[in-house]
């Protein structure tokens, strides 16, 4: 596929522009009063609390192993790109590549924005640890991690009491979701659309959560409106800048607790949904993976992966999977575990299920 009809078609690829119609209007959710707003500012301006460091539990990173887990993982890379060069060895307790993490993502909400709140709880777990299997069948050597990616700040149509485009949900939801990962040994990330908010706004409302060992983060530029237009009318930013806010954060939140590394899960499939890549700084407390977001026929999502995850490397890949999304278009299939892995170069590390 050439890259210009890889680009254009890229850009028809709204992994989850169906959102907008699925949220009620207004602010939303217990974390969005006035006190919210407040703790939120004075986090972003501060940081987490006075840094502390606590000495973490667990043992060391073997580096010989994780060196040999990234060569591994980069799938006979030969363009010199992957493993990524010069990374720091994570902290103790590190995930990545340790594990592959397979995850089911969506909002209890509705139905319609993945297949975490599409399926009863029961159902829906019993489904996830099927493709878990799936996934370690496919790859014996690399354990599977199942997951929870929760999208905790939902952009929506309505622009709520303070013109912001987005929903915070309540944090009774966020502890649904803990209790059912809890059930199936399961790891949660917390999801942030900001839409005309910013993730030095939203991100310091998680603190609370962050600071427990299996609670991860995850941030969507699709829907990072930084020039003011409504989201869903065009695909959003984020610049290396507002990454390395959310890693510093992070990294202080593991530090201050004496944590495993965070892992940080940044969608992508266009090339302005995330500038200035290669000022991306990895730290030894978080774990960056750019996930490739976009759904589509095979051919088209080979392309999104080589053009803007593979050739702008930066740590860590994943790839979304769309029960839905990707067969919309007779005959074509949603990738099995054998092919996403035989496919790709490096073999992606998180998998997402929507």
């Given at each position: 596929m050439k890259f210009k009809s890889v680009l254009f078609s890229a850009l028809f690829v709204l992994c989850t522009a169906v959102f907008f119609t699925?949220?009620?209007?207004?602010?939303?959710?217990?974390a969005t009063d006035k006190k919210a707003d407040t703790t939120a500012k004075k986090a972003e301006d501060a940081g987490p609390?006075?840094?502390?460091?606590?000495?973490?539990?667990?043992?060391p990173t073997d580096k010989a192993l994780y060196d040999s887990l990234l060569k591994f993982n980069a799938h006979g890379d030969t363009s010199g790109r992957w493993p990524?060069?010069?990374?720091?060895?994570?902290?103790?307790?590190?995930?990545?590549?340790?594990?592959?993490?397979?995850?089911?993502y969506g909002n209890l909400y509705s139905k319609k924005m993945g297949i975490l709140g599409e399926l009863p709880p029961k159902e829906m777990l019993a489904k996830l640890k099927g493709e878990v299997k799936a996934w370690q069948k496919a790859d014996p050597k690399t354990p599977v991690q199942p997951a929870l990616h929760y999208i905790a700040v939902v952009a929506q149509g309505a622009a709520g009491k303070d013109g912001k485009y987005r929903y915070r949900m309540p944090f009774k939801q966020i502890d649904s979701v803990l209790a059912m990962a809890k059930t199936a040994h399961a790891l949660v990330f917390l999801d942030v659309q900001v839409s005309l908010s910013t993730i030095q706004q939203e991100l310091p409302l998680?603190?609370?959560?962050?600071?427990?060992?299996?609670?991860?983060?995850?941030?969507?530029?699709?829907?990072?409106?930084?020039?003011?237009s409504k989201p869903g009318k065009k695909i959003g930013t984020y610049d290396a800048s507002d990454i390395n806010y959310v890693t510093d954060y992070l990294a202080k939140i593991v530090k201050k607790n004496g944590l495993p590394p965070k892992i940080l899960i940044v969608h992508r499939f266009t090339?302005?949904?995330?500038?200035?890549?290669?000022?991306?700084k990895l730290r030894p407390e978080v774990q960056v993976v750019m996930d490739m977001d976009g759904w589509g026929e095979p051919d088209l999502k080979t392309g999104t992966y080589r053009y803007f995850i593979d050739r702008e490397p930066v740590q860590f890949t994943g790839f979304k999977l769309f029960y839905k999304n990707d067969i919309k278009k007779a005959p074509h299939h949603m990738l099995t575990p054998e092919e996403v892995l035989s496919r790709y170069k490096p073999q992606p590390i998180y998998i997402q299920y929507q």
């Open positions: 699925n949220c009620t209007s207004g602010g939303g959710g217990k609390d006075t840094l502390s460091v606590v000495k973490s539990d667990y043992p990524v060069k010069n990374q720091p060895t994570p902290l103790g307790g590190a995930i990545l590549p340790f594990k592959r993490v397979v995850a089911f998680f603190e609370p959560y962050l600071k427990m060992p299996q609670v991860h983060f995850g941030m969507d530029p699709e829907f990072s409106m930084k020039d003011g090339k302005k949904m995330v500038t200035n890549y290669q000022n991306i």
